[in-house]
């Protein structure tokens, strides 16, 4: 009967949270379209956006319809879109990983997306049949197999899994640095170096409904696989006792985490952190169970990043700072309390 009371009080705080997230989400969207150099109310942001979606004949400026829909508010649900992705990755590699930190940009995930990308962008691999998601889609899995070389594999502890991730991370920013500095001009080295640190501002509507695309299978394969999740909390050992092909899972896993994290890179940059930080903040809301941490740290990955746009865009007046250097001002914070309470106790 306790058992049962607690589970249906869980469940009735997970649906007041998830509720209260949509809410925040709404408003911080359209605060985000609203705020720029030529300032819209939100009055009148909802009414452009109602119009736009075909529900609405409102009267009002074309000038700001246009600003509302053609720009900023589909930079805006990128920005929740990666916010959304990079916590689910996130949280999924804590749990193959069995490690707090886990995260694609510590992991060095990012950087190798960022690699493939570069080299398709300035390298012109391919031929211009490469898209700059399949370059990042490579560079990503090789990142993830250059780590479970130097971990080697099952065989290392999780904090070696770390150390292989800051490994490669910093082989593959090299190459990024090198790819930039031998083979790109100067105006193509300051793209892309200010890419890196991640933007939203060159997206389009095209940009969200692929990462729509993206994210929503993404999120879908790792609900289906959510008992699996849950089973690699407790070890590979374990997990197979339960009956959980460990090694196909793990592929599968791995190689939605590579997709989302490509679809990203491909297309804002490498943002850190947001990964590291929502995981931790919604299991501690909703806790551990995957059927319901999930969705939990999508809908809260997406305020975070719509949050730090915003922020991005109003910290310094008349100019827009890069996304990742907001994400980091709250996530290395952040890795430095969770790296001192995993700290062995003497």
Not at 318 to 327: F, K
Request: hydrophobic share 60%; aromatic share 8%.
């Amino acid at each position: 009967m306790k058992r049962a009371a607690r589970r249906h009080r869980e469940g009735g705080l997970a649906l007041v949270y998830f509720g209260a997230c949509l809410v925040i989400l709404v408003f911080a969207v359209a605060l985000a379209t609203a705020i720029g150099d030529y300032h819209i109310p939100l009055r009148t942001v909802f009414l452009a956006v109602w119009n736009g979606i075909g529900l609405g004949t409102a009267e009002i400026s074309r000038i700001e319809f246009s600003i509302v829909w053609d720009l900023r508010l589909s930079r805006a649900l990128v920005a929740a879109l990666a916010g959304a992705g990079l916590a689910l990755c996130g949280a999924i590699l804590q749990a193959l990983l069995r490690n707090p930190l886990a995260e694609p940009f510590v992991l060095g995930v990012s950087a190798g997306a960022s690699t493939g990308a570069v080299a398709v962008i300035i390298l012109g691999i391919g031929g211009g049949g490469l898209s700059l998601s399949v370059g990042a889609f490579g560079g990503a899995f090789a990142a993830f197999a250059l780590v479970a070389l130097l971990s080697n594999g099952a065989t290392s502890g999780p904090n070696h899994t770390i150390l292989a991730g800051v490994a490669a991370a910093q082989l593959f920013n090299a190459l990024t640095s090198y790819i930039v500095t031998t083979s790109g001009n100067a105006q193509q080295a300051r793209d892309v170096m200010f890419w890196l640190l991640g933007s939203f501002g060159g997206v389009r509507w095209p940009d969200f409904f692929l990462l729509l695309a993206v994210t929503a299978l993404g999120l879908a394969i790792c609900l289906w696989m959510a008992r699996s999740l849950d089973a690699f909390t407790f070890g590979d050992e374990d997990a197979a006792a339960l009956g959980v092909p460990v090694g196909r899972i793990r592929l599968i896993l791995f190689g939605v985490t590579a997709m989302i994290t490509a679809a990203i890179v491909s297309m804002v940059g490498a943002i850190g952190f947001v990964g590291l930080v929502v995981p931790h903040a919604a299991r501690y809301i909703v806790g551990p169970l995957h059927l319901k941490l999930l969705p939990a740290c999508a809908i809260t990955g997406a305020i975070f990043m719509v949050l730090a746009d915003i922020v991005s865009r109003i910290l310094v007046s008349q100019q827009t700072i890069p996304i990742g250097v907001v994400t980091a001002l709250v996530g290395v914070p952040f890795f430095a309390v969770i790296l001192y309470r995993a700290r062995p106790q003497t």
